[in-house]
C-alpha cells in the first residue's frame, strides 16, 4: 500500500510574517486585509487568511492561526499575533515578545541574552516582506510585538526551559515552510542544546533516549536542565556535531533496544530506519545463559526486550556488556580526546540496568 503525500505545513516565523504583514497594512491604512500573500525565502508566496483583527490609531494587531500540515507540532492550531505600534522616531523596527513568547535568558542560542525569542530567520522574513511594500517608506519605525496567547502553556512542552527561553514559545522557522515528520528540526534543537551547554560553562551533558532515560539519568548525576539533551533516536546527528563542539563529559542514556542498536553500529535508532541484530543477540544470550530455552526457544525471540525477562538476574550482565560495545562505538567515531563518555542502560521503569562510567574518546 503506497504512502498518501503528506501535507506540508507553515512555520510560527511565516505565521508571524502574514500577521505583521496585515497589521502594517492596517496601521498605515486603516483597514486591515483579510487574506495577505507573502514571500518566503525560497520564493513561495502563499497566502494566509487573517483570523484575528483589532484596528486602534496608535497600533494595529492580527492573527494567523498555525497549520503545521501533517506534521505532529505542538504549536498546530495555536493563534500567532502580530502588534503593530507607531514610533516617534527614526530608529527603524524594534522586536518585542509579547504574552505567549519566550524571552532569552541563557547564551548559546542566535539571540543575545534578554532578546525575545523571534529567530534572526523570521525577523528577516519579517522585515523583508515589509520593505517590499509600496506604503512602507517613511512608515517602518514601528515595535513588532508577536504574542502567541496559548504559548507559555504550550512552552512546557518545547525544549525552551533547558534552553533558558522562558515565558514562552519561539518564533522559529528560516524557510518558513514545515517539511511534515522532518528530522532536521529534531536535530536543529539538539545542537542547540549542546550549544548552550558549551556557553553556560556545563561540562557534563546527558544525551537520552525518552522521557524515562532522561528522568533517570537526571536523578543519578543531579544534572542541571541545561545539561539534559533529548537525543531520541538521533545519536548520530549529535555525535556529529560533537566532533566539533565539544563538551568535556557526555552521558548516553537510553533503554535497552536502542542501545543495543548503537552497539551494534547504528547511528539512527528509529525502528523503522535500524533493526536489532538478533541472530547476534541470540549468541550472547547463550553464552550467558545456555539454558535460556528452557524458558522460551531462542529462534523465536523477535525483539531485544524479550531476551530480559528469559535471563533473568543475567539480564544486568547481559546489559552491561551492550554498554561498553555501545561505548567503544561512540569512543571510535567520536576519535576526540578529553571529551568522556558514559553509557547508561534503563528499562522500562527507569531502573539501571547498567551504567559504564566515563571513558576518553
Not at 500577521?19 to 513561495?44: E, M, R, Y
Not at 496608535?58 to 498546530?76: F, L, N, Y
Not at 551492550?322 to 562505538?329: H, R
Request: with cysteine.
Amino acid at each position: 500500500m503506497l504512502q498518501k503525500n503528506l501535507r506540508r505545513g507553515w512555520t510560527t516565523g511565516a505565521c508571524a510574517t502574514a500577521a505583521s504583514k496585515a497589521a502594517f497594512i492596517g496601521l498605515v491604512t486603516g483597514k486591515c486585509p483579510d487574506i495577505v500573500t507573502i514571500k518566503l525565502p525560497n520564493g513561495q508566496s502563499p497566502k494566509f487568511n487573517i483570523a484575528y483583527q483589532d484596528v486602534t490609531q496608535q497600533s494595529v494587531s492580527a492573527g494567523v492561526i498555525k497549520d503545521a500540515g501533517d506534521d505532529p507540532d505542538v504549536t498546530d492550531g495555536l493563534l500567532i499575533i502580530s502588534k503593530i505600534v507607531k514610533r516617534n522616531d527614526q530608529n527603524g523596527i524594534y522586536f518585542k515578545a509579547g504574552n505567549g513568547v519566550g524571552t532569552v535568558t541563557l547564551p548559546g542560542l542566535p539571540l543575545d541574552v534578554g532578546e525575545p525569542a523571534i529567530n534572526p530567520g523570521p525577523r528577516k522574513m519579517i522585515e523583508d516582506n515589509l520593505k517590499k511594500l509600496s506604503i512602507a517608506k517613511n512608515n517602518l519605525n514601528v515595535d513588532i510585538i508577536i504574542e502567541v496567547p496559548e504559548g507559555r502553556e504550550i512552552s512546557k512542552q518545547t525544549w525552551n526551559e533547558r534552553l533558558g527561553i522562558i515565558n514562552g514559545i519561539s518564533i522559529l522557522g528560516t524557510t518558513g515552510i514545515v517539511i511534515p515528520f522532518s528530522c532536521s528540526a529534531w536535530i536543529h534543537s539538539i545542537h542547540r542544546g549542546i550549544d548552550v551547554a558549551i556557553k553556560t560553562n556545563t561540562v557534563h551533558i546527558a544525551a537520552c533516549t525518552g522521557s524515562v532515560s532522561e528522568k533517570a539519568a537526571k536523578k543519578e548525576y543531579n544534572l542541571p536542565p541545561q545539561s539534559m539533551i533529548d537525543m531520541g533516536d538521533f545519536v548520530g546527528g549529535m555525535l556529529k556535531y560533537l566532533k566539533k563542539n565539544t563538551v568535556p563529559r557526555v552521558t548516553i542514556a537510553g533503554g535497552f533496544a536502542k542501545l543495543l542498536k548503537l552497539s551494534q553500529g547504528e547511528m539512527d535508532l528509529h525502528s523503522s530506519r535500524s533493526q536489532v541484530n538478533l541472530e547476534k543477540l541470540r549468541s550472547e544470550i547463550k553464552k550467558l545463559s545456555p539454558n535460556s530455552s528452557d524458558h522460551v526457544e531462542l529462534k523465536e525471540i523477535s525483539t531485544a526486550n524479550q531476551c530480559l525477562s528469559i535471563l533473568g538476574p543475567k539480564k544486568f550482565e547481559l546489559a552491561k556488556n551492550v554498554a561498553i560495545a555501545a561505548q567503544d562505538v561512540v569512543v571510535k567515531y567520536l576519535k576526540k580526546d578529553g571529551v568522556s563518555i558514559d553509557i547508561m542502560i534503563v528499562d522500562r521503569t527507569g531502573d539501571i540496568l547498567a551504567k559504564i562510567e566515563s571513558r576518553d574518546a
